[in-house]
Nanobody, 120 residues
Framework: QVQLVESGGGLVQPGGSLRLSCAASGSIFSINAMGWYRQAPGKQRGLVATITTGGSTNYADSVKGRFTISRDNAKNTVYLQMNSLKPEDTAVYYC??????????????WGQGTQVTVSS
């Protein structure tokens, strides 16, 4: 089994910054793509950013230039640096990973989510 544990959420004022972390643990041989998604109240969960093992990144248009995704492959950890936060960034942020287990099968996992609230 694999667990994804997020941390770093909280309350921040507009214009502020937060850094989210997500550590994967358990039966892991390797991890392909990792990413962050978010879900605001009354809305569907949507992409924030993804990153491949090699470091190629993809961002939602709404966060380009403000958010930066990165990963530490040795630690099976993905990060999301969020700058210039806006009230519309308020959501539960979820970590996602494509994990290859020791038997060579790939499964997709989600973290439990961490709340980010941007408010004055």
């Amino acid at each position: 089994q694999v667990q994804l544990v997020e941390s770093g959420g909280g309350l921040v004022q507009p214009g502020g910054s937060l850094r989210l972390s997500c550590a994967a643990s358990g039966s892991i041989f390797s991890i392909n793509a990792m990413g962050w998604y978010r879900q605001a109240p009354g809305k569907q969960r949507g992409l924030v950013a993804t990153i491949t093992t090699g470091g190629s990144t993809n961002y939602a248009d709404s966060v380009k230039g403000r958010f930066t995704i990165s990963r530490d492959n040795a630690k099976n950890t993905v990060y999301l640096q969020m700058n210039s936060l806006k009230p519309e960034d308020t959501a539960v942020y979820y970590c996602n990973a494509d994990v290859i287990g020791h038997f060579g099968l790939q499964y997709n996992y989600w973290g439990q989510g961490t709340q980010v609230t941007v408010s004055s």
